[in-house]
């Protein structure tokens, strides 16, 4: 009666023969179309209706397109003014633990650009695609091996990093800045640097909610995202500024005070 009580109604119910659909190539069209809305894919030869399958780690491959659509759904969600609470499960979230030095550095970070009108030198020194460069080569020698999975890995939170950047890890005072330096074919991953990789840690959670992840791999990727802000965090004085530049609205606010003095 349990097992009842938890399918939808729908399911639960017998179904006459006036609710039935003709064999017509017409019904077999349309019933091929909600399949795919559904997610089932309906085997010709064996008539057999399977699920999509969750990936494995190995099987994760980065779209760029399907990328762009996740970065704009998470956006959209947080800016609609009274909208409701993220319906994903809270076990479906992947949870990454922000060591506590780097969470400070998130929060000098944010004060330096909204409360200080300060902004992140850019290029960075290393870049992005430095750091990751280097800890490949970090896990390389450590290891022993070049892994296949820290590659894929690594590939993924680059190309996670350039498309979410502009959307949502820049604060409303760096976005003159994007627009200046960011131009042409350029990556962001290949300007900015790990102050603003940092933040993307703060949001991979709410967009890897949506990638479909076998249960043991979730466990394994939150690992190796853990190692390698331990990385960042070994690596904290090399990586990181101590310092922002003023931007130019600071220093015009500057000189005009100068002037009526």
Request: hydrophobic content about 35%; aromatic content about 8%; charged content about 35%.
């Given at each position: 009666?349990?097992?009842?009580?938890?399918?939808?109604?729908?399911?639960?119910?017998?179904?006459?023969?006036?609710?039935?659909?003709?064999?017509?190539?017409?019904?077999?069209?349309?019933?091929?179309?909600?399949?795919?809305?559904?997610?089932?894919?309906?085997?010709?030869?064996?008539?057999?209706?399977?699920?999509?399958?969750?990936?494995?780690?190995?099987?994760?491959?980065?779209?760029?397109?399907?990328?762009?659509?996740?970065?704009?759904?998470?956006?959209?969600?947080?800016?609609?003014?009274?909208?409701?609470?993220?319906?994903?499960?809270?076990?479906?979230?992947?949870?990454?633990?922000?060591?506590?030095?780097?969470?400070?550095?998130?929060?000098?970070?944010?004060?330096?650009?909204?409360?200080?009108?300060?902004?992140?030198?850019?290029?960075?020194?290393?870049?992005?695609?430095?750091?990751?460069?280097?800890?490949?080569?970090?896990?390389?020698?450590?290891?022993?091996?070049?892994?296949?999975?820290?590659?894929?890995?690594?590939?993924?939170?680059?190309?996670?990093?350039?498309i979410a950047l502009p959307v949502m890890l820049l604060y409303k005072?760096?976005?003159?800045?994007?627009?200046?330096?960011?131009?042409?074919?350029?990556?962001?991953?290949?300007?900015?640097?790990?102050?603003?990789?940092?933040?993307?840690?703060?949001?991979?959670?709410?967009?890897?909610a949506h990638v479909n992840i076998e249960e043991d791999t979730l466990?394994?990727?939150?690992?190796?995202?853990?190692?390698?802000?331990?990385?960042?965090?070994?690596?904290?004085?090399?990586?990181?500024?101590?310092?922002?530049?003023?931007?130019?609205?600071?220093?015009?606010?500057?000189?005009?005070?100068?002037?009526?003095?």
């Amino acid at each position: 009666m349990e097992i009842l009580r938890s399918l939808p109604r729908n399911w639960d119910e017998w179904v006459g023969p006036e609710r039935l659909m003709k064999y017509t190539e017409e019904n077999i069209m349309k019933q091929q179309v909600l399949d795919k809305k559904q997610g089932v894919d309906k085997n010709p030869k064996s008539g057999r209706m399977t699920q999509n399958k969750p990936k494995s780690i190995t099987d994760v491959k980065v779209d760029k397109e399907d990328l762009k659509s996740t970065v704009t759904k998470g956006k959209k969600r947080k800016s609609e003014a009274g909208a409701e609470k993220d319906n994903e499960p809270a076990e479906k979230l992947v949870k990454i633990q922000i060591p506590a030095a780097l969470r400070k550095q998130l929060v000098d970070d944010w004060e330096f650009v909204t409360q200080r009108d300060k902004l992140v030198k850019l290029p960075r020194s290393p870049s992005v695609d430095e750091i990751f460069t280097n800890y490949l080569e970090y896990r390389t020698k450590k290891d022993g091996m070049m892994t296949d999975i820290i590659g894929e890995i690594l590939k993924g939170l680059r190309c996670y990093f350039d498309i979410a950047l502009p959307v949502m890890l820049l604060y409303k005072k760096e976005r003159q800045q994007y627009r200046e330096t960011v131009v042409g074919d350029t990556s962001p991953s290949s300007i900015y640097g790990a102050e603003h990789l940092l933040r993307l840690f703060v949001k991979l959670p709410e967009l890897l909610a949506h990638v479909n992840i076998e249960e043991d791999t979730l466990t394994r990727l939150q690992q190796k995202l853990l190692d390698f802000l331990k990385f960042l965090q070994k690596n904290q004085s090399t990586f990181f500024l101590s310092a922002y530049e003023a931007s130019k609205a600071s220093e015009g606010k500057g000189k005009r005070k100068d002037e009526g003095a």
